[in-house]
C-alpha cells in the first residue's frame, strides 16, 4: 500500500491509498480509521501529508474528526477510476464498487422536443420524444439523476412508462433490439436550481458533475441524449492522463 514516485502532489496520492484502504477493508460510516502515525506508516509518508490528505478527505465530507477521539468515516465514497474513458452506464458503475443500484421514477413526459434535442437526435419536425426522470441511489445515497430522452418511433407499439430493467442501455438493448456502440459525452460542474434542488430533496449548494451523453448504433445514427447528473458527495473523477511521446 506504499505510494510510489509520481509527479502528482504527495498528499492527492495519498488520498487515493486512504481511499483504497476504505474500499478493501469495507469501512462502514462512523468506524473508526488508523491514526495519523499509523497511515503515515503504511504510506510510507510524513504525518505532515497524511493530515494534509485527510483534510482534503474532510472537505470532501468523506471523513469526521473527533478531538481526541480520531477520525472516523463520515460515508463510503464511490471511486470511479479510469471510467470516463469506457462507455458505462450509471448502473454498471454502482454495481462494479458492490452497490446495490435503485431508481426512482419522476414524471415521465410525452411530446415534442427543443429544438437543441431535435437537431441532436436528428428527428423531424413531427418527432416526439419520451423523456424519463430517475433519482438513482447507490444503496440509499441518492447518486445520480437521470434524464433520458429517447424517440417514440424506436418503439413501433406500446411505449413504455419506466425500463423493466435498472440499466436503461439494458433494457433497450434486450427489450427493443438497439445496438448501442459509442457516446459523444459533454462534461459539466453544475449546481442545480431551486427546482431541481427541491425536486431532489437536496442543497443548492450540492455539486454535480453533469455528463450529457449522445448515444450512436453501429450505423453512427443517434438513439438516445441523456443528462446524468452524478453527486459528487458520492462519486469521485479520476482520469488518468499521459503526456503525449514526441518521439
Known amino acids: 500500500m506504499r505510494i510510489k514516485r509520481s509527479s502528482e502532489s504527495l498528499s492527492y496520492l495519498a488520498k487515493k491509498q486512504i481511499l483504497r484502504y476504505i474500499e478493501r477493508n469495507r469501512v462502514q460510516p462512523n468506524e473508526q480509521l488508523p491514526t495519523e502515525a499509523n497511515l503515515g506508516e503504511m504510506l510510507g509518508v510524513s504525518r505532515v501529508t497524511v493530515r494534509e490528505a485527510l483534510a482534503q478527505l474532510d472537505e470532501e465530507g468523506i471523513i469526521y474528526r473527533i478531538q481526541g477521539k480520531g477520525t472516523f468515516l463520515k460515508r463510503v465514497p464511490v471511486l470511479m477510476e479510469n471510467g470516463l474513458e469506457t462507455l458505462k452506464t450509471p448502473t454498471e458503475i454502482m454495481e462494479d464498487f458492490g452497490y446495490q443500484p435503485r431508481s426512482e421514477y419522476l414524471q415521465t413526459r410525452l411530446g415534442p422536443p427543443d429544438e437543441d434535442v431535435r437537431e441532436k437526435l436528428q428527428l ?62 459533454e462534461i459539466t460542474p453544475i449546481l442545480p436550481d431551486h427546482e431541481t434542488a427541491d425536486l431532489l430533496e437536496i442543497s443548492e449548494d450540492t455539486i454535480f458533475l453533469l455528463l450529457s451523453e449522445l448515444y450512436f448504433d453501429t450505423s453512427g445514427q443517434p438513439l438516445v441524449y441523456s443528462l446524468n447528473h452524478f453527486n459528487t458527495h458520492v462519486f469521485e473523477f479520476i482520469i488518468h492522463r499521459k503526456r503525449k511521446d514526441k518521439r
Do not use: C, Q
Open 124 to 185: 423531424g419536425p413531427e418527432d416526439e420524444i419520451i423523456t424519463y426522470r430517475r433519482k438513482r441511489y447507490a444503496d440509499n445515497e441518492l447518486a445520480v439523476y437521470s434524464v433520458d430522452m429517447i424517440a417514440t418511433h424506436h418503439f413501433p407499439a406500446t411505449i413504455p412508462e419506466r425500463f423493466s430493467k435498472e440499466s436503461m442501455m439494458d433494457f433497450l438493448e434486450t427489450e427493443f433490439g438497439f445496438s448501442f456502440d459509442y457516446a459523444l459525452t
